[in-house]
């Protein structure tokens, strides 16, 4: 699992620098989804991870645009 981890954290702070503090649906979409993988890595890290992607994905929830996919792997998140 150590691969996996280190592999998402590095799609992370690509994406960190490539798309910096963009908030648009699409940017909170692909950084909730890195995040939700991140969480379920396990890790130091992994709740803040898990906060954070549900933050996003509530977000989009708000915005009325989370998808029948985000909304599952919000309810998992969530651990329902």
Request: proline share 2%; with cysteine; net charge positive.
């Amino acid at each position: 699992m150590p691969a996996a981890r280190a592999a998402w954290e590095h799609e992370l702070r690509l994406f960190d620098h490539m798309h910096g503090d963009d908030e648009s649906a699409d940017v909170m979409r692909l950084r909730a989804a890195v995040e939700a993988h991140l969480a379920g890595a396990r890790g130091p890290d992994c709740e803040r991870y898990r906060d954070q992607a549900l933050a996003r994905l509530d977000a989009l929830a708000r915005a009325g645009v989370l998808s029948e996919r985000e909304l599952t792997v919000r309810r998992k998140l969530r651990g329902r």
